[in-house]
């Protein structure tokens, strides 16, 4: 008796902090999902050509003025960190912008076609961001492309026959030649000790490398674990470099993944301009050593060079401090020589450096070049896309051994950074070839979410009108908690910035499937209470409490496998694990907090309650 009278007296009321922090949470869901209704608009981007090269921010300026002039209407513009953005209301406005930029601006800048947000900017100045889309719902390009691995190992069999001169010749080792064959270089030997003296030093310099001995050569092929070393080099290079060329088209969520063992996927959603994808997958960067020509740097020769009148077997540039240079054609040194780059700063001025490293070939050649040419100057230049810009010219002091150079007269770190990437790239990656190619049209990814979102739709209809049916008022409940869940799944999806894909769309569906059966479980454990004999608050406070085990055991176990599913899946598998195992999370907040919270405010602060609206 005293159990039934001590039920009775109880009220479900949430204390005012709880409410607080619902009505909170529901309001940063209702803020942070709300960019995604707003769509994409066609737009233009500008970047500079040269990743050496810095925005300027009059260059927003610039393009405003050359677009007005033509009379093409700008929705907005605006500059970020990737370059200048222009937005318009439709495709063919788009297109038009595209060739009267590309005209006015010239091969120093790129102009791509991209597609970007119609978010209001008070919601992008508070950080809310749109979800990204994938390839199958936004639209653009995919490629496959293969690295050719034999060429990255035909480079590295190149560097040894250099080094292998270079040890023989230290040790005074006689022999007849050395020539390589695909992997394989043969060093001939007229002389059985001069051989035996050979394999001893080859043995211990280069411990990669697997002898096979004759009468009178040795041959030396690169064993399986050196192979395999350089061909995940040679791919973890080009994806790594990849990551920073696509920067360049302002891809919001690149997906750049190795497949197999030599090919590399990259998917680059919104990006309809498939020649210019082409172009910057294709880039790359080179450096050259030439020696400046101090017999024709006269003023007179100089102003002629600048006129057109470069005389024979020179090439005019002009250095960053914009003065006038002659450097000679022949090149001393090239990048391929280059076996690491990175920033670093120059000890006597400070500034921002590049110090290179050069294999032993490249050592030998430097070597040489500086100790014919000391007093003279020197210039370094950097090929990218087939321009070449003389980055300094400093005056050859003395000899420089060893292999390591510095490069100085950098602008900045960023710029030290961005030069060593484009270096290491430009003498390490192996090439590769776009094998497949496939383009998806902005209006086929539209019509896939509009089918995901119609099947999302419809399951919530069905879903909402059985347990309205079923339980009444409490089902009402079920599906506001169950509308609340999907808006707060949006929201973390859109303040992760995570990739919604179709199977991101299916996960979507199926957390909704899911999110309801913990709301079930909640209003037949009431049922069950108020059939017991319970009242109707105690029955509700029994219901939510008694319920929860259940609930959080069923999840945790769902929870497992959609972790298993993002730690070991790739690509579409991991993209629906993370909005299942976040659609989870969320069930939970709305099944046990939310709907609670609602049911508090209907029924808590009444003290008698006849009957219960749950079927």
Known sequence: MSLDLNASRIMNRYPLWKYILVLTVLLLGLVYSMPNIFGESPAVQITTAKATSKLDPALLGKVEAVLQQENIKIDAIFMDATGVKVRFSDADTQIKAKDVLKSSFGKDYVIALNLISRSPSWLTNIHARPMYLGLDLRGGVHFLLQVDMKAALDKAADRYVGDFRASLRKERVSYSGVVRDEQSIQIKFSDAKELAKAKKIISNDFP????????????????????????????????????????????AEPIIQQQGLDRVVV?????????????????????EIRLVDEDKSDPTTLEQARNGQVPFGDEFFMDRNGQPILVKKKVELTGEYITDAGPGADQQSGRSAVNVTLDGRGARIFRQVTKDNVGKRMAILLIEKGQAEVITAPVINEEIGGGRVQISGMNNTQEATDISLLLRAGALAAPMDIIEERTVGPSMGEENIKRGMHSTMWGFAAIAVFMIIYYVMFGGISVVALGINLLLLLAILSMLQATLTLPGLAAIALTLGMAIDANVLINERIREELRSGNSAQASIHAGYDRAFDTILDSNVTTMIAGLALFMFGSGPVKGFAVVHVLGILTSMFSAVVVSRAIVNLVYGYRRKINQLAIG
Do not use: C, M, W, Y
């Not at 061909?231 to 973890?236: P, R």
């Not at 301009?273 to 790359?284: H, N, P």
């Open 267 to 287: 998917q680059l959603p919104g990006v309809q301009d498939t020649a210019k994808a082409k172009e910057i997958l294709g880039r790359t960067a080179t450096l």
């Open 208 to 251: 990669d490398l697997t002898l096979k001995e004759t009468s009178d050569s040795l041959t030396a092929t690169l064993n399986l674990q050196a192979q395999k070393r350089i061909q995940e080099f040679a791919l973890k290079q080009n994806i790594q470099t990849l990551h920073n060329r696509i920067n360049e088209l302002g891809v």
